[in-house]
């Protein structure tokens, strides 16, 4: 089974790159939605985290308010790994479960932000694929699609790896600086790319 990992920073446009492989046909597994399902209101996820950090961080509909966990864990490390610690270990769990369920398509393609900072998600894959873009384009992009002030983002950013480490370590880049038709080309181009060497 032909696995690529498919990740970038904030903003770059992964999740429009994950679209386009799922338009082509391609059995995309996204572990930010993996994420999202996992801490839903009942979830034993969602109770692990409100365990450990305190019913201040469930909205009064029981549900998790992203937003504030969202910016506690990225004012302190620790708290960020002990999230990890919780959610990292479920979201592989299920990505392996829904890898599995596709067994005669070619290759597949694993959505990971944090790709490269997970030793797990690299050896899973086969192959790295980087959505990269200009910094100041990861923040413009966010904020506009987001409530989250520049400030936010840069903070988000400065936690995650640095670019230029992502560019070393990528197998395969696509510069997402010119917009969708060219980021959709781009793709096509490694789609057949993928066909030929899995």
Do not use: W
Request: include cysteine.
């Amino acid at each position: 089974m032909f696995l690529v990992g498919l990740t970038g920073g904030i903003g770059s446009g992964k999740s429009e790159a994950a679209r386009i492989f799922a338009g082509l046909g391609v059995p995309v597994v996204d572990t930010d939605a993996i994420a999202h399902e996992l801490t839903a209101p009942g979830q034993p996820v969602l109770q692990n985290i409100i365990h450990l950090f305190g019913n201040e961080f469930l909205n009064p509909d029981g549900s998790l308010d992203r937003a504030a966990l969202r910016e506690k864990v990225f004012a302190d490390e620790r708290a960020r790994h002990q999230l990890e610690a919780i959610l990292h270990p479920a979201i592989f769990d299920e990505v392996v479960q829904r890898v599995n369920q596709h067994p005669q398509a070619p290759y597949q393609i694993i959505a990971i932000p944090l790709l490269f900072e997970n030793e797990r998600y690299r050896s899973l894959v086969q192959r790295s694929l980087l959505i990269d873009c200009d910094e100041t384009l990861q923040v413009s992009r966010t904020t506009a699609r987001s409530d989250l002030p520049a400030s936010a983002v840069k903070a988000i950013m400065r936690a995650q790896m640095s670019r230029a480490e992502r560019i070393g370590q990528a197998d395969d880049i696509i510069t997402n600086n010119r917009g969708l038709p060219e980021l959709k080309k781009e793709i096509e181009k490694l789609h057949q790319k993928y066909l030929m060497i899995c």
